[in-house]
């Protein structure tokens, strides 16, 4: 940096406001520039290609497997089976969240974070900005194709940004818990491993995939208690028409709980990190 060369430049040096990291402003606008830097880091191709295809190949799958056989129960699967597949896209919003965030602990951008003056609520807006856009994408791609394969929006459209609210709101709810197990480690890949481990056993044993009567009875109680089920039933309400007051709070219940839950421990994890 070059040094003032007259007293009016030395006064102009003295009096310009230092580089500061306070204030709700500094938070927004550094939280958008860093949540363009995680966005741009997700949009290589295999994972546009990822998002836009693997929806495709899981609603006519699953159709081609289960339409029939529910068909039989009087479930029409083409209507059932959206709302599965976006919360299934939800969970992989959130590990790709734990991911980013190991992956800049190891290559040691969250520590640059912290030397930089920047605030540090940025670093979790960026993260949040970015995981909404991701969501939004998905919600909008899986859409489209359920609606090829049938499935129709049946009461109306505030019920249908109500779907797609909760739903991002239960990415992000999701993202905060993630993002804990991601900022404790240095390796990406075993976290992401880890957390499929947990994910995919929480989505089978709910009713994205069957209706929870279709299980055994023993498991049943399980099936239908478990916050995914809960989801699930308030974003089909909210598809399908009906009743929609009960099966909302009670996700919303869920969704606060373990965001309180959540937040916390990623709180903590981001103040121990390095």
Do not use: C
Not at 72 to 86: K, M, N, T
Not at 228 to 254: I, M, N
């Amino acid at each position: 940096m070059t040094p003032p060369t007259s007293p009016a430049a030395a006064t102009a040096a003295t009096v310009r406001p230092p580089v500061t990291e306070k204030g709700l402003r500094n938070l927004l606008e550094q939280g958008l520039l860093l949540a363009g830097r995680n966005v741009r880091l997700t949009s290589v191709a295999d994972t546009v290609s990822t998002m836009v295809v693997f929806p495709v190949i899981f609603v006519f799958g699953f159709l081609a497997i289960f339409g029939n056989l529910l068909a039989a129960r009087g479930v029409d699967y083409a209507q059932f089976l959206p709302p599965a597949i976006v919360v299934q896209w939800m969970f992989s919003v959130a590990i790709s969240a734990a991911f980013f965030f190991a992956t800049d602990r190891r290559t040691g951008m969250l520590a640059r974070y912290r030397a930089m003056a920047i605030n540090r609520g940025a670093v979790v807006v960026g993260r949040m900005a970015a995981d909404s856009l991701r969501a939004l994408l998905a919600i909008v791609v899986i859409l489209a194709v359920g609606h090829v394969a049938g499935f129709r929006f049946q009461a109306g459209p505030l019920a249908a940004l109500a779907f797609v609210a909760l739903s991002v709101g239960f990415a992000l709810t999701l993202s905060a818990g993630t993002s804990a197990v991601g900022l404790a480690s240095r390796d990406p890949e075993a976290v992401s491993s880890t957390l499929h481990t947990v994910y995919l056993p929480l989505l089978m044993v709910s009713s994205a995939f069957v209706p929870a009567d279709a299980f055994p009875a023993w498991i049943e109680p399980f099936v239908r208690a478990q916050p995914v089920t809960a989801v699930l039933d308030a974003l089909r309400a909210l598809a399908d028409g009906g009743p929609t007051a009960e099966p909302v709070a009670r996700a919303v219940l869920w969704m606060a709980g373990l965001l309180a839950l959540f937040s916390l421990a990623a709180v903590r994890a981001f103040r121990r990190a390095t």
